[in-house]
């Protein structure tokens, strides 16, 4: 599976939108990207996936850059509520392994 | 309500005392995996199946075993826990996982201290 690369941390102001990089750089043809969160030690949420086109549903959007070496997870409005651990995946729709990596720690502040 | 459920929630046992941690999906999926969680290594798998009858390790095995019996259910076996097996632990199930982009299912997570 590709490896993916994420900033640590991020902060962002209450309401305004929330953009969470991911590179993936040796990413193939056929791997998707996904993206989970995780509230404290809860269980990861499942938010969005794609291959090649942008995606939005009802949590967030996902663009996926034109050569699809990077892609970024959008929320819209963040709320306090969206602060968490969120982990951007690649993996081919065949395999069977999930590699989550250490993700990004979004805070989002008052 | 579709759920993974997995008990207990919590757990506190001492070196080499035999434990299993439940794990059961009723969502009819094909694909169970267990992952165990520690500051700075992220979420890791341990093992997954396929299917009924069907396991494989993932990336961190050693000291587990698992079986799948029947398609709900997927417990996580530790015949000696040691200390370094203090963690938290997730299951997850998906619909299916070859030939498929489906998303993961977690579970509400395990709290394992062995002492």
């Known amino acids: 599976d590709a490896k993916t690369t994420q900033p640590p941390s991020m902060d962002c102001a209450e309401g305004r939108a929330a953009n969470l990089p991911c590179n993936h750089s040796?990413?193939?043809?056929?791997?998707?990207v996904y993206w989970y969160r995780q509230i404290h030690s809860q269980g990861p949420q499942y938010i969005i996936h794609?291959?090649?086109n942008n995606e939005t549903n009802e949590m967030a959007s996902l663009i996926i850059t034109e050569d699809r070496k990077s892609s970024t997870l959008i929320l819209p409005h963040a709320t306090l509520r969206d602060t968490a651990v969120y982990y951007c995946?690649?993996?081919?729709?065949?395999?069977?392994?999930?590699?989550f990596g250490t993700g990004t720690s979004l805070t989002v502040i008052p | 309500e579709a759920q993974v459920t997995q008990n207990p929630r919590y757990l506190i046992t001492v070196t080499g005392k035999k434990l299993t941690v439940t794990c059961s999906q009723n969502?009819?999926?094909?694909?169970m995996s267990w992952y165990r969680q520690d500051p700075g290594l992220g979420l890791r798998q341990i093992y997954y199946?396929?299917?009924?009858?069907?396991?494989d390790k993932g990336d961190v095995p050693e000291g587990y075993k698992v079986s799948r019996k029947e398609k709900r259910n997927f417990p996580l076996i530790l015949e000696s826990p040691s200390p370094n097996q203090t963690s938290l632990y997730f299951c997850?199930?998906?619909?299916?996982?070859?030939?498929?982009?489906?998303?993961?299912?977690f579970g509400d997570g395990t709290r394992l201290s062995i002492l």
């Open positions: 997850a199930s998906s619909l299916r996982a070859l030939y498929s982009n489906q998303p993961q299912h």
């Open positions: 969502m009819n999926h094909e694909y």
């Open positions: 040796t990413i193939s043809g056929n791997e998707y």
């Open positions: 199946s396929m299917n009924v009858e069907v396991t």
């Open positions: 995946i690649v993996r081919p729709p065949t395999g069977n392994q999930f590699y």
């Open positions: 794609g291959l090649k």
